[in-house]
């Protein structure tokens, strides 16, 4: 049994990883990532909601009727936002400002939907809870990875602080948009290589191949 | 008059929604497969974001912001467009079922889709009257269709191309998006505003 709530908590960080497996939630990841601290920011803000809408939701799958279920998570997951909002406003206003836009479109990340109606909607409180804390943690590390290594191509720097004389090398390609979508294909692309290096060690050649279809079916 | 001209080009190309705004990636990467099915999302997309820019701002102007609501505009919007989403696709289905077999299936996506709340709440913060708004919303939607149009057309092509096996599927996807959107930023001399 505690085995499986550790289960339900890794799960979003490594096995089924919101950004490089489950490819959900892509806008704020491409978009926020020039500096490794919006990253940061951006992951934080999102576990937060990811949390408190699986929590809310489980707590209420009893009570909301299947047919308006979907507005129904829109309208939690968007009060959690809007609080998120609030709170940023107020206290981290530099922060707030560099998110900007993609604060408030936090409502139609797929992955706090998808988790919502996957996961919360037909499972008890707590491994909500794990579930939703796993998911955040995974995005988190994603997003601030992509920022590390695109604020360090693009601006020579290191969360903010400049590394070296590396900032007159830079190039400032990483941190326009066009780098957003090379970074992230690039480890997209690693991740996969790494992934399939641990299979293959881990399993026969047979197995292998039964992955392979699997990805071919789903792309 | 120069506004509505820096609107229209700027949507479309200087701050195309996908390339180098990165709203709506979601569907970007999703439905562009194939350059019918890519056609089809984008009319969807242009048509839902230039009813919602109308409505998103008739209710900000006349209902939030008379009342000083303006922090509920979040949880507002997205149930405006929710249900404008919903009722466009019982409409459609009534009245024209040849447009409804060629939408219908990607508009339950759309309500998902964070150009189309994205573009509402950037009309507010640019301060857009109701003309400049419709007109954003249009054109925002035309170059999201022209982007996810060419996307699906290089992936026509990537598809019977022998790729190295980490980068099949989204990776190599994201990097041919990458190269468009590196030949998008060409345009961002255009107006040196925007």
Redesign the interface.
């Given at each position: 049994m505690r085995n499986d709530r550790l289960n339900t908590l890794t799960n979003g960080i490594v096995k089924s990883n919101p950004t490089f497996r489950l490819?959900?939630?892509?806008?704020?990841?491409?978009?926020v990532t020039t500096q490794a601290i919006n990253g940061l920011a951006m992951g934080a803000a999102v576990t937060f909601v990811l949390l408190c809408s699986n929590i809310m939701i489980s707590l209420l799958k009893k009570l909301i009727l299947d047919r308006v279920r979907?507005?129904a998570f829109?309208?939690i997951i968007?009060?959690f936002?809007?609080v998120v909002?609030?709170v940023m406003k107020k206290f981290l206003p530099s922060l707030y400002d560099a998110l900007g836009?993609f604060l408030?479109?936090i409502?139609?990340?797929?992955i706090i939907?998808a988790r919502a109606e996957a996961f919360a909607s037909c499972n008890p409180v707590l491994d909500s809870a794990l579930d939703g804390l796993g998911m955040g943690f995974g995005f988190t590390l994603s997003l601030t990875f992509i920022g590390i290594v695109r604020e360090l191509l693009g601006a020579g720097s290191f969360f903010g602080m400049p590394i070296g004389s590396l900032g007159n090398v830079s190039m400032t390609?990483f941190i326009?948009?066009?780098?957003?979508?090379?970074v992230?294909?690039?480890l997209?692309?690693?991740v996969?290589?790494l992934s399939?290096l641990a299979e293959n060690r881990k399993y026969s050649a047979s197995s292998h191949n039964e992955k392979k279809d699997e990805?071919e079916a789903?792309? | 008059m120069n506004l509505y001209f820096v609107i229209i080009i700027g949507s479309v190309f200087v701050n195309n929604f996908v390339?180098?705004?990165?709203?709506?990636?979601?569907p970007f990467?999703g439905v562009s497969k194939k350059t019918n099915t890519a056609l089809g999302m984008g009319f969807a997309v242009i048509f839902v974001m230039s009813i919602a820019s109308v409505f998103t701002y008739l209710v900000n102007q006349y209902v939030l912001v008379k009342l000083g609501l303006e922090?509920?505009?979040?949880?507002a919007f997205?149930?405006i467009i929710?249900a404008l989403v919903q009722s466009v696709e019982i409409v459609i289905k009534k009245f024209s079922p040849s447009l409804y077999s060629a939408l219908g299936v990607y508009l339950p996506l759309i309500?998902?889709?964070?150009a189309v709340?994205?573009v509402a709440?950037?009309n507010i913060?640019k301060a857009y009257n109701l003309l400049q708004s419709f007109l954003n919303g249009v054109f925002a939607g035309v170059g999201f269709t022209l982007a996810i149009v060419l996307l699906a057309g290089v992936r026509e092509r990537i598809v019977s191309k022998n790729v190295?096996?980490?980068?099949?599927?989204?990776?190599?996807?994201?990097?041919a998006?990458?190269?468009l959107?590196?030949a998008f930023?060409a345009f961002s001399g255009m107006f040196g505003i925007v």
């Open positions: 490819v959900l939630g892509t806008c704020p990841t491409l978009a979907i507005p829109v309208v968007a009060t936002v809007t909002q609030m836009v408030p479109l409502v139609v990340n797929c939907l390609v326009l948009p066009a780098g957003g979508f090379l992230y294909g690039t997209m692309a690693l996969n290589f399939g990805k789903k792309v | 390339l180098s705004q990165f709203l709506g990636i979601c990467l922090y509920m505009k979040t949880i997205i149930l929710a309500t998902t889709n964070c709340l994205g709440l950037l913060e190295p096996e980490p980068f099949r599927g989204f990776p190599i996807t994201l990097i998006a990458a190269l959107s590196m930023s």
